[in-house]
């Protein structure tokens, strides 16, 4: 069975830091383009970032770049996002998704972590 | 970046209804769009994508069309099950973007 999931998040105050881990089992992890997407509560969806299959080219919004780092351990099955300069306006749930290999398309998300900002 | 907007952001339908949600690219991305299904609590679902293409397991009440800027996602037959939040989401570049999400709620 195809799955991911994520731990890591919890509570933080403005300023600080956080690193969402999403561990992946079920399919070959080397062979996939991986992102974060996020919810803010009571809203809709955000893509945050992705990651190439060799980790070679990273790409991030607008609004978290020179603060989140995507990255990923094909050895460890795991992908990794660290978030630095937290912000009130970062507080969401943060799902790990898996784009499919020929479909352009986000087809497996994790049940998602919540990451909540607050002093 | 490429704007989504959905419409309408909300509808109300019932049972047995057909029910057609329409996605807007600011740009043109040719077919690069995927349609995901949210119910409260759960992460979303994918539906359709390639604009047009039924993921494995979707049923087939499920259909997607449309190319260039425009598209459309239609439920043929409203089940109780498909009462949810549908979003659109283009594929062409990054970032990948996010339609507002059209609500579809029980009439």
């Known amino acids: 069975e195809v799955q991911l999931v994520e731990s890591g998040g919890g509570l933080v105050q403005p300023g600080g830091s956080l690193r969402l881990s999403c561990e992946v089992s079920?399919?070959?992890?080397?062979?996939?383009?991986m992102s974060w997407v996020r919810q803010a509560p009571g809203k809709g969806l955000e893509w945050v970032a992705c990651?190439?299959?060799?980790?070679?080219?990273?790409y991030y919004v607008d609004s978290v770049k020179g603060r989140f780092t995507i990255s990923r351990d094909n050895a460890k099955y795991s992908l990794y996002l660290q978030m630095n300069s937290l912000r009130a306006e970062d507080t969401a749930v943060y799902y790990c998704?898996?784009?499919?290999?020929?479909?352009?398309?986000?087809?497996?998300w994790g049940q998602g972590t919540m990451v909540t900002v607050s002093s | 970046d490429i704007q989504m907007t959905q419409s309408p952001s909300s509808l109300s339908a019932s049972v047995g209804d057909r029910v057609t949600i329409t996605c807007r690219a600011s740009?043109?991305?040719?077919?690069?769009l995927n349609w995901y299904q949210q119910k409260p609590g759960k992460a979303p679902k994918l539906l359709i994508y390639?604009?047009?293409s039924l993921q494995s397991g979707v049923p087939s009440r499920f259909s997607g069309s449309g190319s260039g800027t425009d598209f459309t996602l239609t439920i043929s037959s409203l089940q109780p099950e498909d009462f949810a939040t549908y979003y659109c989401?283009?594929?062409?570049?990054?970032?990948?973007?996010f339609g507002q999400g059209t609500k579809v709620g029980i009439k």
């Open positions: 998704v898996r784009e499919g290999q020929w479909l352009d398309a986000f087809d497996i």
């Open positions: 079920g399919f070959t992890f080397r062979n996939n383009w």
């Open positions: 990651i190439k299959e060799d980790g070679s080219e990273k």
């Open positions: 740009q043109n991305i040719n077919r690069y």
């Open positions: 390639a604009a047009s």
């Open positions: 989401q283009q594929s062409s570049t990054t970032p990948r973007t």
